[in-house]
Nanobody, 120 residues
Framework: QVQLVESGGGLVQPGGSLKLSCAAS????????MAWYRQAPGKQRERVAK???????NYADSVKGRFTISRDNARDTVYLQMNSLTPEDTAVYYC??????????????WGQGTQVTVSS
């Protein structure tokens, strides 16, 4: 049974930083793609950043230049460094890991979500 455990969420003031972590356990497959998604109240879940096994990354336009995704393959862990946070970044953040380079229902595992609140 694969489990993804996230940590690092919380309350931060505008302009502040947070670093999220997500570690996989019980993995019986080769993790290829890792990603972070977020869902704000009343909005659809959106992908924030994606990283492939070779290290190539992709970001949503709204976070480019502020967020950095990275991974530690030896630990099956993905990170999201978030800088210059704004209230619009407030959401529940979910990590996802896939056995392919794509995130489809049959290939993807999800974390439980961690709340990030940006407020003064």
């Amino acid at each position: 049974q694969v489990q993804l455990v996230e940590s690092g969420g919380g309350l931060v003031q505008p302009g502040g930083s947070l670093k999220l972590s997500c570690a996989a356990s019980g993995s019986s497959f080769t993790i290829k793609a890792m990603a972070w998604y977020r869902q704000a109240p009343g909005k659809q879940r959106e992908r924030v950043a994606k990283i492939l096994g070779g290290g190539s990354t992709n970001y949503a336009d709204s976070v480019k230049g502020r967020f950095t995704i990275s991974r530690d393959n030896a630990r099956d862990t993905v990170y999201l460094q978030m800088n210059s946070l704004t209230p619009e970044d407030t959401a529940v953040y979910y990590c996802a890991m896939s056995s392919t380079n794509f995130f489809t229902t049959d290939t993807t595992y999800w974390g439980q979500g961690t709340q990030v609140t940006v407020s003064s």
